[in-house]
């Protein structure tokens, strides 16, 4: 009798809603650990909520980008993402204030659900609202994995709960979702190294940001 050759598992094939998605991944890259972020935004494009939506409102975005915390604070708030050109590319803000981690997931997949939702409303119109609160809840009931959990083995900063509490003073304006005032849970927490070097490495890190950001411009 011939031997049984070891069974394969079949081929995953392409299905038809594999195009609703987000093409192209982009982390920034002149940031400290830009695969930590690249990690992130596979999670949310992988999350079976979100993709649950794209596939069926039909969305395709060729861009998902992490957003620049230090480039978009000031005194007053803070933007939490951006729809430019009703779905073309959308950004996400990923890290905390002090740069020392990631934000909670839940709360930046809110995000996610209201940047999507200025793929169809420019303005924040009672249709908009009405949008976006459905695709928040479509997108938690079809998280099937109890909280969205990484595919991955990397490991994220997320506050708890209660410092990130303040996403009630939310405000947006245009296609941009903005949070008033700072949150506690992205205060500078000093590592092991002193409180005055952890304030130098920040500074450190927030200027090579801005002088990114300036290049950028200024190639444009």
Known sequence: MPAIKPARPAPQKATPNDIYTFTTLRPLAHLPHPEKALSYLERLRSDPGIKRVMAKYKWTVPVLAEMEPIGNTDMHSKTLGRNHGG??????????????????????????????????????????????GRLEKEIEAGDWK???????????????????????????????????????????????????????????????????????????
């Open 87 to 132: 779905g073309q590319l959308i950004e996400i803000r990923l890290r905390t204030d002090a740069y020392d981690g990631y934000r909670d997931y839940k709360t930046v997949r809110k995000t996610m659900a209201h940047e999507l939702a200025h793929n169809v409303h420019g303005e924040h119109d009672r249709n908009f609202w009405d949008l976006c």
């Open 146 to 220: 109890s909280g969205g959990r990484p595919l991955t083995n990397q490991v994220f900063y997320e506050p708890p709960e209660q410092q990130v509490a303040d996403e009630g003073a939310v405000g947006w304006f245009g296609g941009v979702q903005r949070l008033g005032g700072a949150s506690a849970g992205e205060n500078p927490v000093p590592g092991p190294a002193s409180a005055g070097d952890a304030v130098a490495a920040r500074r450190e890190m927030m200027a090579r940001a801005a002088e990114e950001r300036a290049k950028r411009l200024a190639g444009k």
